[in-house]
């Protein structure tokens, strides 16, 4: 007798849409494209909106042919999809070559024209560290990728809301002809959230710059913008205090030490621009700029710092003292700030008291982190001091470095510290703490 009972269905045959799609979203694209072979169901399943919203391109200096697989499958997949693309990153490792920049340039055209033509929906874009100003770049190409990048801005302009060029390192002109074109076809841009950290090239007085005022002003709902501290004076704060107070949360500011940063800022610009963004938090980070005249000119009291970070790079000199900083500067910030980082080559002074005393005075502080030149009991007095709830802190990160190739009696004393205070850095807090030798 014949079994004429049908074949028993796997699960997946009948797991929701919405299931499919959750499972689907964790795919890469050669498994995305194995999957829409398995049945009607999947490839229909595949061809949702949902799942083409986000996508990465990576184009890599030297390729693997995975890479170059990698990177045709991508292409492919954002141009058959281009309707439903919201978020689009761009990701530009090792470019080694004028040819590599060539092919780079010849591209990214062809898929912006794509995108003009078939998507409407675009409002993230994020293009990363395109070093701009490298000699990989043959000025033809060069004017011809700005050019090109600029229509497109042009084109995206009514709909982008996210905008990301950080290390696109171009002149102040092209800086400003880019920022520009967001806002050519209204005369103002309404974009939320730009980043153009390391946007323009090294050593360049932005601040001073009239053009890039004019521009800036054009931003008239800003709620998150990064930039460099060569970019600020009071003529820009005075722009956003006017434009974009309303709507401003967020001002992320890096100063880097080949950056200019000796211009004079008053207070009562930041104080303007405080009073008439109320929401405004303002984290600064500072690369190798340690010296405390040059700290003292730019942490002005005026300023609602959330979030410091200072970084040596482990670099060390004399005149980098950190006492004064920790005792004088940041004290004042007492009510505000919230998260502190510290990168330093100390081998020169000792800082444990000076940095627990900053720690218990900022009464809002949540998160630390130091690589320095410490003694391992400074982490047990600092623990000591949130057992007893003298300071609120969540997050304890601390890199402690040594002179010496062997920690292991440092460490002994580490996991005695850590089981003394094991229930609190368990149930309370998230917390690393390493011994570094620095030799």
Request: hydrophobic share 40%.
């Amino acid at each position: 007798m014949e079994d004429d009972s049908k074949p028993e269905q796997s699960p997946w045959a009948h797991l929701p849409d919405v299931c499919l799609r959750h499972v689907f979203h964790w795919l890469d694209d050669r498994d995305r494209s194995h999957a829409t072979l398995v049945c009607k169901k999947w490839n229909w399943a595949m061809h949702s909106g949902s799942l083409w919203r986000s996508r990465t391109i990576t184009f890599c200096g030297q390729p693997s042919r995975e890479d170059t697989l990698e990177l045709q499958s991508a292409l492919w997949y954002v141009k058959k999809f281009a309707k439903y693309l919201v978020c689009l990153e761009i990701r530009l490792w090792n470019p080694y070559n004028t040819a590599f920049t060539q092919k780079f340039q010849v591209t990214l055209r062809g898929l912006f024209s794509h995108l003009v033509k078939y998507n409407n929906c675009l409002v993230s874009l994020s293009i990363k560290y395109l070093a701009l100003d490298r000699l990989i770049w043959r000025n033809v190409v060069r004017a011809q990728f700005l050019k090109n990048l600029a229509t497109f801005l042009k084109r995206m302009s009514k709909r982008l809301d996210y905008l990301n060029l950080k290390g696109a390192r171009v002149t102040l002109e092209e800086g400003c002809e880019l920022l520009n074109s967001l806002s050519c076809l209204t005369n103002e841009s309404f974009l939320s959230e730009i980043n153009i950290e390391d946007f323009f090239s090294l050593h360049l007085p932005v601040y001073s710059s009239t053009l890039f005022h004019q521009t800036m002003s054009k931003f008239h709902s800003l709620v998150i913008l990064t930039f460099n501290y060569n970019c600020i004076s009071d003529d820009l704060l005075n722009i956003l205090a006017e434009h974009s107070a309303y709507s401003l949360c967020t001002l992320n500011i890096k100063c880097h030490i080949h950056d200019p940063h000796g211009q004079v800022i008053q207070g009562v610009s930041w104080a303007n621009l405080a009073k008439r963004a109320p929401k405004l938090n303002v984290n600064i980070f500072f690369e190798r700029v340690m010296r405390h005249d040059h700290l003292a000119r730019i942490l002005l009291v005026e300023i609602p710092v959330r979030s410091i970070s200072l970084r040596s790079c482990y670099f060390t000199h004399p005149d980098w003292t950190l006492r004064p900083t920790l005792t004088i500067l940041l004290p004042v910030y007492w009510h505000v700030l919230q998260k502190l980082t510290l990168e330093l080559n100390n081998d020169h002074e000792l800082l444990d008291d000076e940095l627990l005393q900053l720690i218990l005075s900022c009464k809002r502080m949540l998160f630390l982190k130091v690589w320095a030149f410490l003694s391992v009991t400074f982490v047990e007095r600092l623990l000591q001091n949130r057992a007893e709830g003298k300071c609120i802190l969540t997050t304890i990160k601390v890199r402690i470095y040594t002179a010496r190739q062997e920690t292991s009696e440092e460490d002994l004393l580490l996991c005695n510290i850590y089981r003394k205070f094991k229930y609190l850095i368990d149930s309370e807090l998230n917390y690393f703490v390493i011994t570094y030798p620095m030799v």
